[in-house]
C-alpha cells in the first residue's frame, strides 16, 4: 500500500468490505448514487472557474453554469440512481440555479492561489517519528494567498459544530497543509445546500497541531487492516443507498467459508 487518501480512509471505516470491492478487487460499482454525480458535476463548474480566477482572468458567470450542464448531461450517460423526491431535470435546474448563486456570492471576493491543487505527503508514524513508506495523497479545492483552504461540499442539511469536528477530511487537509507549507490553515467548508432555495453556507473550523497524530495514527492502523486483508460488512443505515448491497448481501456465499461449531460445553 503505497498511498491512501481521505476518501479511503472515510470508505474503509464506514465499510471495510466495500473498501475492499472498491479498492481492493476494482470492482466497477453497477450505478451511481444521483448525489455523487450531482455534486461531482457542481465541483467540475466551480473548479473551472476557480482556475480563471487563479490564472487572473475574468470569467464569464454564464459559462460556469453551462459547465454544469454538460456535465451533468453526461453523468446523465451512466447508471445513475434517483432519490424518490428527485428526476435528472429538477437536479439539473437546481444544480444550474447553486452554480450561478455561488458565483454571484464569490466573485469578487476570493484571491486564489491554487484551485484543484494535489498534494503528496509522507505519513510520520506517531510512535516513533518515523517517515513511513506510504502517503496521504489528495486534492484541495481551493487555496487562497492568506493560507486559507475552501473545501466545497453539496449537502442536504446544515452542518454541526459536532459534524464539523468530526469530518475526516478536513483533519487530513490540515495534516497536508501543515505538512506542505509548514504552517496553520483556515478552513472554511463551503456548504452547497440543497434546500428547497439554493443556499450558500459558511463554516469556519479548525485543527490543533496535536491532532496530526491521531490522524497519522488512524492512517498507519488503516493500513495495517488492509494489508492484513481484514475487510468485514459493516451494516447500517448507509446499507440501502450501497452500490454493492447485492455483492455484499452473496460475498460469504462466493467465499463458502466453513463454519465449525464449537466443542458443546457442559454444564457445571
Known amino acids: 500500500m503505497d498511498f491512501i487518501s481521505a476518501t479511503q480512509i472515510n470508505s474503509y471505516l464506514m465499510c471495510p468490505l466495500k473498501y475492499r470491492f472498491r479498492y481492493v478487487d476494482g470492482i466497477p460499482a453497477p450505478w451511481k448514487p444521483s448525489t455523487l454525480a450531482f455534486g461531482l458535476s457542481v465541483h467540475a463548474a466551480l473548479a473551472w472557474w476557480h482556475e480563471k480566477l487563479m490564472a487572473g482572468e475574468k470569467p464569464d458567470p454564464d459559462a460556469a453554469s453551462r459547465i454544469f450542464l454538460a456535465d451533468w448531461e453526461a453523468q446523465a450517460d451512466g447508471n445513475l440512481r434517483y432519490k424518490k423526491s428527485e428526476t435528472h431535470e429538477s437536479l439539473r435546474e437546481f444544480g444550474r440555479s447553486l452554480v450561478d448563486l455561488y458565483v454571484q456570492k464569490m466573485d469578487g471576493k476570493l484571491d486564489v492561489w491554487q484551485a484543484e491543487q494535489g498534494f503528496e505527503t509522507p505519513i510520520i508514524d506517531p510512535r516513533t517519528g518515523e517517515e513511513l513508506d506510504f502517503k496521504l495523497k489528495g486534492y484541495f479545492d481551493v487555496l487562497t494567498k492568506d493560507h486559507g483552504i475552501l473545501e466545497l461540499k453539496t449537502a442536504g442539511r446544515a452542518y454541526t459544530p459536532d459534524t464539523l469536528e468530526r469530518?475526516?477530511?478536513?483533519?487530513?487537509?490540515?495534516?497536508?497543509?501543515?505538512?506542505?507549507?509548514?504552517?496553520?490553515?483556515?478552513?472554511?467548508?463551503?456548504?452547497?445546500?440543497?434546500?428547497?432555495?439554493?443556499?450558500?453556507q459558511f463554516y469556519e473550523a479548525f485543527r490543533p497541531r496535536e491532532g496530526d497524530l491521531w490522524f497519522a495514527g488512524l492512517a498507519l492502523d488503516i493500513r495495517r487492516g488492509v494489508e492484513h486483508e481484514v475487510f468485514p460488512p459493516n451494516p447500517g443505515w448507509m446499507c440501502s443507498d450501497c452500490e454493492y448491497g447485492r455483492m455484499c448481501q452473496e460475498h460469504y456465499r462466493d467465499d463458502e467459508p466453513t463454519f465449525q461449531a464449537s466443542a458443546s460445553v457442559q454444564p457445571g
Open 167 to 200: 469530518m475526516l477530511q478536513l483533519s487530513a487537509y490540515a495534516y497536508a497543509y501543515r505538512q506542505c507549507m509548514g504552517t496553520d490553515p483556515r478552513i472554511t467548508v463551503v456548504g452547497l445546500m440543497k434546500y428547497k432555495n439554493p443556499t450558500i
